[in-house]
């Protein structure tokens, strides 16, 4: 088994959709990236790519790469799948912590997990999602940004194989 952990956070502005584990959310306020800024994938594949002990995602996907504007990423999650199973290791489980004081994600988190799931190749009760408030304190609780924590535990493919 193979432990990691990501944090990821994102301003939030005027004029930008918020996407959250692939989900838009109702919002005056979205959060700003050169990508969907989706804060939650954003920590998932920096715990997965740590666990793995591959480059973070700064590194695989760099704000500098005009092909990554406005990227999914949903879909970036979905490569960084690819990268762990070309890489010898599976998803055994991940959680991941939102802390948002607006808007309520609860009725959203299914399809988030849905969402991430269907990326990362496992079933639905492998992700765990919740959300927290920081009780207007901070940058979290003022609204002018998100944050994400994610945990994941990964296995290796070749130390499962039965030994001939
Ligand atoms: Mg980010």
Known sequence: MRIGNGV????????????????????????????????????????????ARLPDIGELFP?????????????????????LDEAGFRVVDCD???????????????????NIARALGVSPDRVGLKATTFEGLGFVGAKEGMAAIATCLLGEIASETPHA
């Open 63 to 83: 704000d500098s790469d005009p092909s990554l504007e406005g990227a999914r990423s949903l879909d970036l999650l979905a490569r960084v799948a690819r990268k």
């Open 96 to 114: 991941v912590t939102l802390c948002a004081d607006a808007p309520k994600v609860a009725p959203y988190k299914r399809e988030m997990r849905g």
């Open 8 to 51: 990821d956070v994102h301003e939030l502005v005027f004029g930008r959709p918020l996407i959250l584990g692939g989900v838009r959310l109702p919002s005056d306020l979205g959060l700003a990236g050169h990508s969907d800024a989706d804060v939650v994938c954003h920590a998932l594949m920096d715990a997965l790519l740590s666990a």
